[in-house]
T-cell receptor, first 112, second 113 residues
Framework: DQQVKQNSPSLSVQEGRISILNCDYT??????FLWYKKYPAEGPTFLIS?????DKNEDGRFTVFLNKSAKHLSLHIVPSQPGDSAVYFC???????????FGTGTKLQVIP | GAGVSQSPSNKVTEKGKDVELRCDPI?????LYWYRQSLGQGLEFLIY????????KSGLPSDRFSAERTGGSVSTLTIQRTQQEDSAVYLC???????????FGPGTRLLVL
């Protein structure tokens, strides 16, 4: 049972345009959500997070939106840069419980 | 100021052999996690340590998998009688306290022939 789903395995975007990566979850107990970025042959690195008490969190070019009623979150990258090309993982956890559940990842390619 | 390190970076073994994977977390991080990523899959949670104890072992796929952590620092993940389906990248992460951002190591690529 995949509790965190990233239905798009890959995405191509032109440099300078907006990249939108989507994530859906099924567990209504999740209250903390994270995005990680992973380059080949490296471990994932933390990008941005959002608590369920918020619906938006912004950090520079990266913004995460949370729609709790739809159990959906998205990561917006604007403007996209070639260095953003990586696999992006959505992750979620529930209050006090340490286990973090990851999605299967979306491979983003930003075309110069 | 080193990050999370893992060794070996690559391991090729024969089916049926035991393997030990090592993780050195960031100094001072009390929480340590093991994940595995099989080809084309997401990150699969295996086990979590708080200090030396493992409150959550629910992700360990079978009793062939075990992990320990000593001195609140180094952790080893042991896979006994390896099977071909154990082939994956095994990732370790640590965080300062629970629910803080996890910092990942580069992973150990395990190939079971």
């Amino acid at each position: 049972d995949q509790q965190v789903k990233q239905n798009s395995p890959s995405l191509s975007v032109q440099e300078g345009r907006i990249s939108i990566l989507n994530c859906d979850y099924t567990n209504s107990m999740f209250d903390y959500f994270l995005w990680y970025k992973k380059y080949p042959a490296e471990g994932p690195t933390f990008l941005i997070s959002i608590s369920s008490i918020k619906d938006k969190n912004e950090d520079g070019r990266f913004t995460v939106f949370l729609n709790k009623s739809a159990k959906h979150l998205s990561l917006h990258i604007v403007p996209s840069q070639p260095g953003d090309s990586a696999v992006y993982f959505c992750a979620a956890s529930s209050g006090g419980y340490q286990k973090v559940t990851f999605g299967t990842g979306t491979k983003l390619q930003v075309i110069p | 100021g080193a990050g999370v390190s893992q060794s070996p970076s690559n391991k090729v073994t024969e089916k049926g052999k035991d393997v030990e994977l090592r993780c050195d977390p960031i100094s001072g991080h009390t929480a340590l996690y093991w994940y595995r990523q099989s080809l084309g899959q997401g990150l699969e949670f295996l086990i979590y340590f708080q200090g030396n104890s493992a409150p959550d072992k629910s992700g360990l796929p079978s009793d062939r998998f075990s992990a320990e952590r000593t001195g609140g620092s180094v952790s080893t993940l042991t896979i006994q009688r390896t099977q071909q389906e154990d082939s994956a990248v095994y990732l370790c992460a640590s965080s300062l306290v629970q629910r803080e951002t996890q910092y990942f190591g580069p992973g150990t690529r395990l190939l079971v022939l």
